[in-house]
């Protein structure tokens, strides 16, 4: 699996919007970007995954640089229970997936 | 949405004796599903893939003999850690699904 480079902790205040960086300049053309998040002591919940183009879904956003060598998962209006570990991989269709370190994000009340 | 359940959620064992865990898809059939092991503070590693009616395949450094898994049905796999140890201590997590669920993990502890 290509690398993806990750902030190890951010800090946010609740109800603010939360833009978590990625950064995977050896990414190939048919790697796709997925975004996964760990709340403590549970299993990984999936969060969001995309090729080129912006995504959304009901948990956040996914904005892909035009290069596709980063991207930002987005959080529109945090809360209490975003606080968690965000894992950006990337991912050749079914591949297994290979968990880097993630970032911890920290939400302030 | 499909769930991936183990169990059981939490287990203290004595060393030397074996400990099974359970995963299970319940809404749907997996014919592979992903072992994990997480240490605190630090990130999943994977242990094994798990195949329905075939061998495990297990990563670079993981004892197969150690960690054993099987995989009976299209619902279930089971790992089983043979005399465990303190070092054994961890969370282990499964996933089904082409890996986008995962089971809410078990924490093994081994006096």
């Known amino acids: 699996d290509a690398k993806t480079t990750q902030p190890n902790s951010m800090e946010s205040n609740e109800e603010e919007p939360v833009h978590l960086p990625c950064n995977h300049s050896?990414?190939?053309?048919?790697?796709?970007i997925h975004w996964y998040r760990q709340l403590p002591s549970q299993g990984p919940e999936y969060v969001i995954h995309?090729?080129?183009s912006n995504v959304n879904n009901r948990m956040a956003s996914l904005a892909i640089a035009e290069d596709r060598k980063s991207s930002t998962l987005i959080l529109h209006r945090a809360t209490l229970r975003d606080a968690a570990v965000y894992y950006c991989?990337?991912?050749?269709?079914?591949?297994?997936?290979?968990f880097g370190k993630g970032t911890r994000l920290h939400i302030l009340p | 949405g499909a769930v991936v359940s183990q169990h059981p959620s939490w287990v203290i064992c004595k060393s030397g004796t074996s400990v099974k865990i359970e995963c299970r898809s319940l809404?749907?059939?997996?014919?592979?599903m992903f072992w994990y092991r997480q240490f605190p503070k630090q990130s999943l590693m994977l242990m094994a893939t798990?195949?329905?009616?075939?061998?495990?395949?297990?990563e670079q450094g993981v004892e197969k003999d150690k960690f054993l898994i099987n995989h009976a049905s299209l619902t279930l796999s089971t790992l089983t850690v043979t005399s465990a140890h303190p070092e054994d201590s961890s969370f282990y997590i499964c996933?089904?699904?082409?890996?986008?669920?995962f089971g809410p993990g078990t924490r093994l502890t081994v006096t």
């Open positions: 996933s089904a699904a082409h890996e986008q669920y």
């Open positions: 991989i990337l991912r050749d269709g079914y591949d297994k997936i290979i």
């Open positions: 995309g090729l080129t």
């Open positions: 050896t990414i190939s053309g048919t790697d796709y």
């Open positions: 798990s195949n329905e009616g075939s061998k495990a395949t297990y």
């Open positions: 809404d749907f059939q997996a014919t592979t």
